[in-house]
């Protein structure tokens, strides 16, 4: 379909489209965020005249962890359906990055072949880009403590979400976790709610972790009552006053089994179906971005079980479980960029990975995060029986040391290692025949590392995707 620009409007697409030719011919990355802003100064509303065209729909996935492997999962959902979708896949979430991504697919001639978007998004940024964009399904995944010196409290990041889904466009569904009682609250007086959540009680643990954020009741502030957690604060529970309980999910996971690293198998149920779901990823965090993502699959009238069919050949978005080799050894890549996403990837590697070599990456820098304290709140204490080797990079690689030192991992398991190809080179090496490495960074260690892995040949370069071939478009 071809946008309504106007004179200003091509302006901005030209500008856009040439700014992102000019970054990749001078390897200045892949054009991901620089043609967003390029394309919105000559024209502030390029965006909004460009998802005009995606007349199938669009779906805004926030949250705190999991935006990028959930909104993979469900672009690779209507991939196969045959919907031509666009979204930010390079992990690009402010409001810049979504504008470059539909700049970056609409053709010079101003044609826009995707009928649909995915589009993940800064909390902080939903607000703007639902009014730019009148999104028809919002996706909540869960909302933990991250970069507290960007975002502030938990509560002022809910507050961005919940002005934008009371204010979103007429008709639009807001999916939403059930089993985080901060994210399940936001449904309160929404019209359109689906519900997504894991029903498997087996899994549940029966404590809190000292590290959990949202432990008291968003109406009255009593002290929720827990049954039991899958991790954080991320379970069932209920207010001990009556006044707020967990809602029934729409979408459950009744069942889940987690093979190894390679892949997991969930029972799904909705009102209509109950299918078998295989993905080839690992973790209860995981669980939670594959339900999700089939909710709002549903939310767009995917039924259950093309969802099911379709996920069986998923691969994992890029830093997320992506599995390479480095120097001869099989390597899993992991972001890990706060203390609930940390404590799951470390969880996830130890119990589902018999991981004993690891490679962790800190940095500082502004998406990362300034403030390293929260390093302080991850259980590193779970590598102290089961780590051989450890292998500590990035600009704040002496702060990791020293936590490391208090969790009583022996120095002579801690090597310090601050250039990054030496680095995985060192890991590699320190990583006995037949196991696998470990590789835990946090954001911008993971480009860092990825660029050197894309060198070598590795990988291929975070803005590339592998595609899935399309079923006829059944509209």
């Not at 965020?33 to 024209?43: E, F």
């Not at 044609?111 to 909390?123: H, T, Y």
């Not at 691969?315 to 404590?343: D, H, Q, S």
């Given at each position: 379909?071809?946008?309504?620009?106007?004179?200003?409007?091509?302006?901005?697409?030209?500008?856009?489209?040439?700014?992102?030719?000019?970054?990749?011919?001078?390897?200045?990355?892949?054009?991901?965020?620089?043609?967003?802003?390029?394309?919105?100064?000559?024209?502030?509303?390029?965006?909004?005249?460009?998802?005009?065209?995606?007349?199938?729909?669009?779906?805004?996935?926030?949250?705190?962890?999991?935006?990028?492997?959930?909104?993979?999962?469900?672009?690779?959902?209507?991939?196969?359906?045959?919907?031509?979708?666009?979204?930010?896949?390079?992990?690009?979430?402010?409001?810049?990055?979504?504008?470059?991504?539909?700049?970056?697919?609409?053709?010079?001639?101003?044609?826009?072949?995707?009928?649909?978007?995915?589009?993940?998004?800064?909390?902080?940024?939903?607000?703007?880009?639902?009014?730019?964009?009148?999104?028809?399904?919002?996706?909540?995944?869960?909302?933990?403590?991250?970069?507290?010196?960007?975002?502030?409290?938990?509560?002022?990041?809910?507050?961005?979400?919940?002005?934008?889904?009371?204010?979103?466009?007429?008709?639009?569904?807001?999916?939403?976790?059930?089993?985080?009682?901060?994210?399940?609250?936001?449904?309160?007086?929404?019209?359109?709610?689906?519900?997504?959540?894991?029903?498997?009680?087996?899994?549940?643990?029966?404590?809190?972790?000292?590290?959990?954020?949202?432990?008291?009741?968003?109406?009255?502030?009593?002290?929720?009552?827990?049954?039991?957690?899958?991790?954080?604060?991320?379970?069932?529970?209920h207010c001990p006053t009556g006044d707020f309980t967990r809602p029934v999910p729409d979408v459950r996971a009744t069942s889940i089994v987690i093979d190894?690293?390679?892949?997991?198998?969930?029972?799904?149920?909705?009102?209509?179906?109950?299918?078998?779901?295989?993905?080839?990823?690992?973790?209860?965090?995981?669980?939670?971005?594959?339900?999700?993502?089939?909710?709002?699959?549903?939310?767009?009238?995917?039924?259950?079980?093309?969802?099911?069919?379709?996920?069986?050949?998923?691969?994992?978005?890029?830093?997320?479980?992506?599995?390479?080799?480095?120097?001869?050894?099989?390597?899993?890549?992991?972001?890990?960029?706060?203390?609930?996403?940390?404590?799951?990837?470390?969880?996830?590697?130890?119990?589902?990975?018999?991981?004993?070599?690891?490679?962790?990456?800190?940095?500082?820098?502004?998406?990362?995060?300034?403030?390293?304290?929260?390093?302080?709140?991850?259980?590193?204490?779970?590598?102290?029986?089961?780590?051989?080797?450890?292998?500590?990079?990035?600009?704040?690689?002496?702060?990791?040391?020293?936590?490391?030192?208090?969790?009583?991992?022996?120095?002579?398991?801690?090597?310090?290692?601050?250039?990054?190809?030496?680095?995985?080179?060192?890991?590699?090496?320190?990583?006995?025949?037949?196991?696998?490495?470990?590789?835990?960074?946090?954001?911008?260690?993971?480009?860092?590392?990825?660029?050197?892995?894309?060198?070598?040949?590795?990988?291929?370069?975070?803005?590339?995707?592998?595609?899935?071939?399309?079923?006829?478009?059944?509209?």
């Amino acid at each position: 379909m071809r946008a309504k620009l106007g004179p200003r409007g091509s302006a901005a697409l030209w500008a856009g489209k040439l700014t992102a030719a000019l970054s990749r011919g001078l390897r200045r990355g892949g054009g991901t965020t620089l043609p967003g802003d390029v394309s919105r100064w000559v024209d502030p509303a390029i965006l909004t005249k460009l998802a005009r065209s995606l007349d199938q729909g669009t779906v805004v996935v926030t949250g705190t962890n999991g935006k990028t492997t959930t909104a993979a999962l469900l672009r690779h959902i209507l991939d196969a359906e045959g919907r031509q979708t666009v979204a930010n896949q390079s992990g690009a979430n402010l409001i810049f990055g979504v504008t470059a991504a539909l700049v970056n697919q609409t053709a010079w001639s101003g044609d826009v072949p995707a009928r649909a978007g995915v589009f993940e998004i800064d909390e902080a940024s939903l607000p703007a880009l639902v009014k730019e964009i009148a999104p028809g399904t919002i996706l909540v995944t869960n909302l933990f403590r991250d970069q507290l010196d960007r975002y502030g409290e938990l509560e002022t990041t809910a507050g961005h979400i919940r002005r934008a889904l009371s204010q979103g466009p007429e008709g639009v569904t807001a999916v939403l976790n059930a089993d985080d009682p901060m994210v399940a609250a936001l449904g309160e007086g929404l019209p359109r709610v689906l519900y997504a959540g894991l029903d498997d009680v087996s899994l549940l643990q029966p404590e809190l972790s000292h590290g959990a954020d949202a432990k008291f009741c968003p109406r009255c502030g009593s002290a929720l009552a827990f049954d039991g957690v899958y991790f954080g604060h991320v379970g069932h529970y209920h207010c001990p006053t009556g006044d707020f309980t967990r809602p029934v999910p729409d979408v459950r996971a009744t069942s889940i089994v987690i093979d190894g690293m390679e892949r997991m198998r969930l029972r799904v149920a909705d009102a209509r179906e109950v299918e078998q779901v295989e993905v080839p990823l690992s973790g209860l965090y995981n669980a939670y971005n594959v339900v999700v993502a089939i909710a709002a699959a549903r939310a767009l009238g995917v039924p259950l079980s093309r969802s099911a069919r379709a996920l069986k050949n998923f691969a994992p978005a890029f830093g997320r479980m992506e599995r390479i080799r480095v120097g001869g050894r099989p390597a899993l890549l992991l972001l890990a960029k706060n203390p609930t996403g940390f404590n799951e990837v470390l969880r996830t590697a130890i119990r589902f990975g018999g991981g004993t070599s690891f490679l962790i990456a800190l940095n500082d820098r502004i998406a990362d995060g300034q403030d390293v304290s929260w390093i302080w709140d991850v259980d590193f204490e779970q590598l102290t029986n089961v780590a051989r080797h450890i292998v500590v990079t990035g600009d704040r690689a002496l702060d990791m040391r020293v936590r490391l030192k208090y969790a009583e991992i022996s120095a002579n398991r801690i090597e310090v290692v601050t250039e990054w190809p030496a680095a995985l080179q060192g890991a590699a090496e320190a990583t006995p025949e037949g196991e696998t490495l470990f590789i835990l960074p946090t954001y911008t260690a993971m480009l860092e590392l990825r660029a050197v892995l894309t060198r070598q040949g590795a990988l291929r370069p975070y803005w590339q995707r592998q595609t899935v071939e399309p079923k006829p478009d059944r509209s």
